[in-house]
């Protein structure tokens, strides 16, 4: 059974810049779209960004876009998400995950997640 780890949260200012890291053991990630998603307390959870496996075409929510990119190592078997000009209400643990299930190539449309790590915790201060 595949297991994601998440890495790479901290406190940072407003402005600063992350980049989190998410490392798969036990299987590969080849092939497979990935997404990271967050949690903040009291609200929804919601998809940050998202990329296939295939071609690794990249898709962000509007909130985020210009300030994240999502990259993928399948050599390395990692998923990273770079943040920059961070803001406050990025704030939340930020989980990656995905569907190992899932055959086909529109994962990221409306991702469903079945596999996730336990999280990274970012906090930005204004």
């Known amino acids: 059974q595949v297991q994601l780890v998440e890495s790479g949260g901290d406190l940072v200012q407003a402005g600063d810049s992350l980049r989190l890291s998410c490392a798969a053991s036990?299987?590969?990630?080849?092939?497979?779209?990935m997404g990271w998603f967050r949690q903040a307390p009291g609200k929804k959870r919601e998809v940050v960004s998202c990329?296939?496996?295939?071609?690794?075409?990249?898709s962000y929510v509007d909130s985020v876009k210009g300030r994240f990119t999502i990259s993928r190592d399948d050599v390395d078997n990692t998923v990273h998400l770079q943040m920059d000009s961070l803001k406050a209400e990025d704030t939340a643990v930020y989980h990656c995950?995905?569907?190992?299930?899932?055959?086909?190539?529109?994962?990221?449309?409306?991702?469903?997640?079945?596999?996730w790590g336990q999280g990274t915790q970012v906090t930005v201060s204004s």
């Open positions: 995950g995905t569907d190992f299930g899932y055959v086909g190539s529109s994962w990221c449309r409306n991702p469903a997640f079945d596999r």
């Open positions: 036990g299987g590969t990630l080849q092939n497979h779209a």
């Open positions: 990329i296939d496996g295939g071609a690794g075409e990249a």
